[in-house]
């Protein structure tokens, strides 16, 4: 049995594709996410406050810590922790990449961690960072084969292959320009691809939707909007004020609109005289439900595509290349019953 696994620890939710092939035929496939917090674990008091915290709790060099919703909840994590280009060297980035895997492995019922795990950094930090995170990967999961990648080529990958790592039916990777703007957490994240190729200078980054969480928190000071409160409020658009509902769409407009002219000027930058050449912008990641329309309405580029299920569209396409990987390695063998 094979497995691929699609790791994007992301500044909001790390998010993790699996699938387990046998003989190049999907078996078991699952996703998960869940919230970026972390903290030390402590003793709780009641039987459904520890049932509760047990799926969310993780051992990590001899220390206990709570992730996910236990954390925020019993730890108040203030979202802190991933919001610095060197995250990857901090012992919350560990303790993420230990708990997703740990919580995807129990989800699979069956072992995941000598698997070809693929994970993913900011096209910014891509160059500095790569041996640095595949390193510390290998530490955590020495048994595994580790590829990292930026985080774009995470979506490009979702439209070369298909859920079962198959080239997609119409879509020639090799005749195909496009643009891929990863709208994450901490970063918004660029790549051009020209005729299947990734273009070094169209990688690069600008700021993420914390930058607009944060212009948000500012037009609603008078509500002592926090920054956790701001990010959630990005999506649901209703503030709860001692009882009331308040409407906060016009605000949440005019925060989005800051980041989304940001990233529109960074988009003509990198795509630039290649921007009516290209057969599609792939607009993903957390952000892309509220920016992409804006940006599309902002630039008028007809050929801005939102894609489905786009917060976890990285994941979804590490994995795939993993599937792709491991097709590629079956078919150089000689034949299926060659091999014991």
């Known amino acids: 049995m094979s497995t691929s696994v699609g790791l994007d620890i992301g500044r909001s939710s790390p998010k993790i594709v699996i699938a387990q092939t046998v003989d190049g035929g999907i078996v078991s496939r699952q996703e998960l996410l869940f919230p970026t917090a972390v903290c030390p674990a402590i003793p709780l008091s009641t039987d459904t406050a520890m049932q509760r915290a047990a799926v969310d709790t993780v051992t990590y060099e001899g220390t206990q810590w709570f992730v996910g919703d236990t954390a ?9 922790s991933g919001l610095r280009d060197d995250w990857v060297r901090t012992t919350e980035h560990a303790v993420l990449a230990v708990a ?16 070809c795990i693929i994970t993913g950094l900011p096209s910014k930090l891509y160059r500095s960072q790569r041996d640095v995170l595949k390193a510390e990967m290998k530490r ?5 084969t580790i590829r990292v990648l930026p985080q774009p080529l995470g979506v490009w990958n979702t439209l070369v292959f298909d859920a079962n790592g198959h080239q997609q039916a119409g879509f020639d990777a090799d ?7 990863e709208i994450g957490q901490y970063t918004t994240d660029f790549a051009l691809i020209k005729r299947g190729v990734d273009i070094e200078h169209g990688y690069d980054s600008v700021a993420g939707m914390t930058a607009a969480a944060e212009e948000l928190a500012r037009l609603l000071a008078d509500y002592q909007v926090d920054l956790p409160r701001a990010t959630a409020l990005l999506e649901k ?3 709860k004020h001692f009882g009331r509902e ?7 407009r005019e925060a989005a609109t800051a980041l989304t002219r ?17 057969d599609g912008i792939a607009i993903a990641g957390g952000g892309a439900p509220l920016i992409g329309p804006l940006l599309q309405e902002l630039s008028g580029w007809e050929h801005i595509r939102i894609q489905q299920k786009p917060r976890m569209a990285v994941a979804e396409g590490l994995c795939r290349l993993g599937l792709a990987i491991t097709r590629a390695g079956l078919a150089k063998r000689p034949s299926a019953t060659a091999v014991a």
């Open 237 to 239: 658009r209703t503030l």
């Open 246 to 252: 308040i409407d906060v769409s016009n605000e949440v």
């Open 140 to 144: 955590l999961f020495p048994n595994a």
């Open 175 to 181: 005749s195909n320009n496009y643009g891929v703007v």
């Open 262 to 278: 940001l990233i529109h000027q960074k988009a003509q930058q990198i795509f630039g005289r290649d921007l009516g050449d290209l």
């Open 100 to 115: 997703a895997i740990e919580k995807a492995q129990r989800l699979m019922a069956s072992d995941i961690k000598s698997g």
């Open 72 to 80: 925020i909840l019993q730890g108040h994590d203030g979202m802190g």
